[in-house]
């Protein structure tokens, strides 16, 4: 792969290089800006006995694989959604490396590489498509990565500085192909604040977060069971991870991310089943961070409207709304109401992800109206 980037000539006199100098000169910073390229094999099959995740940020790796094998207690992988501006159209691509056992929400198969498009058109229309890889070959450049799910003809390339990402989908015999690309307006971070070195990538306990681009220009061209969606809305990617399954550590969660104004912002919202609330803001502006924490001050999410119950209950309604506020540090506060559009994945009662609609407000500031966003809750106690 790294070869693949130098002339021959360059690998040539580099080796002469590194045979006439002494060893503390080797691999001088200048030839090297950057580590080449890793590549991970994560196989079909779980891997038994213990594994081990990585919950500590690094200089690289913020969108690369963070556990050291899938086991079928663990979860690991790549999420992307985009939504059209009239709420209507949306797509959301999830590359996952997971079993039932720790994911509930996939599809009962041994096959841990599997990837989930979950699509919604104008009429109402929302359904999925799964599809099964024979292994799953991660690459990770920098802080950016690729992976290609073997025998599927769908992939996703990421650029090291996470500024771009593509999705390219060519399964005929499951109806799909085309392109979903992203192109970032925000930067990325981790749960407690900015990309930096050091932090902990805890969201909640034992669930690892990296969000590589909290909001981004999606452009789709995909041609899905004969129909064609094509469109440019509100994109977005990011990444989740855990050594112990989902359901052992979540009671209730509200996400969600969305475009307000000049403001980007993505919320995160969780009780645990220990009955402690863990929470995550973050907004950007003018493709600045404005805030991002995870101090439980910075932000509450509340259900509104319908059955706004909290904390919610599986055996319970939907609200048709939520109530966000979120601490914005020096500029004040963002109130914020959101308004459900359309429900786009309906895993009964535990799980729905909807399309959204937002109005809201920085202290004494202007009111701010037609913010769009996706936003999904868990109901799993
Ligand atoms: C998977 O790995 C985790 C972390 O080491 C461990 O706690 C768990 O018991 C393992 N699962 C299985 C089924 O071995
Ligand atoms: C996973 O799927 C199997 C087979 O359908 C099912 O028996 C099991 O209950 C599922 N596990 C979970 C945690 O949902
Ligand atoms: C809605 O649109 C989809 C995509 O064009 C189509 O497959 C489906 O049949 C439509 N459903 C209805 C009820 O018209
Ligand atoms: C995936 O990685 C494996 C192991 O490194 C390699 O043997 C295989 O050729 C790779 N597959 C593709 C399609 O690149
Ligand atoms: C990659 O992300 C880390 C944070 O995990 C950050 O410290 C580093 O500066 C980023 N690298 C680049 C080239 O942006
Ligand atoms: C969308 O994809 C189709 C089929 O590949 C192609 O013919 C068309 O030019 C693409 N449209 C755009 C806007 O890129
Ligand atoms: C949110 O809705 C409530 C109730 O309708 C209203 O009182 C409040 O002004 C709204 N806030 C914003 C920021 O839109
Ligand atoms: C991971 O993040 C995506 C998007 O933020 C979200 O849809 C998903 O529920 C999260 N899941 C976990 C287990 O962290």
Known sequence: MASQKWPRSSAFLLSMLLLVLPASSLIPTAIFPRGAPQIKTIPSQAVTGDIIANFQSANDNLDGPQLSAVNSTSFDWWYFDVVSPDLLTSLTVVFFTTLNSSF??????????????????????????????????????????????VGTGTSWSGSPDLSRYEINVNSPEHGISGTFTLETLAPAHYPCGPATAGQDMTVAPHIGWSNAMP???????LSILGTEMEFEGVAYHDKNWSDQPFQQNVA????????????????????????TEYVSAYASKD????????????????????DDQYPPSVSGGDPTGFTIWMDLGDAGALDVNVTMGTVILDGGPSYKRWTASMQGQVRCGQLMTGGMAVLEQFKMA
């Open 104 to 149: 509930p929400f996939v599809p009962p198969s041994s096959n841990v590489d599997v990837i989930g498009v979950f699509y919604s058109f104008p009429n109402g229309t929302c359904d999925s498509i799964f599809i099964y890889a024979l292994e799953a070959n991660i690459t990770i450049d920098d802080n950016g990565s690729s992976g290609q799910y």
């Open 215 to 221: 909001d981004a220009v999606g452009t789709v061209n």
């Open 252 to 275: 209730s969660w509200y996400w969600g991310h969305g475009r307000l104004g000049a403001y980007s912002i993505v919320w995160f919202d969780t009780l645990g089943l220990d009955g």
């Open 287 to 306: 493709g600045e961070i404005v805030f991002s924490s995870c101090e439980a001050s910075s932000l509450t999410v509340r259900p509104s409207g319908g």
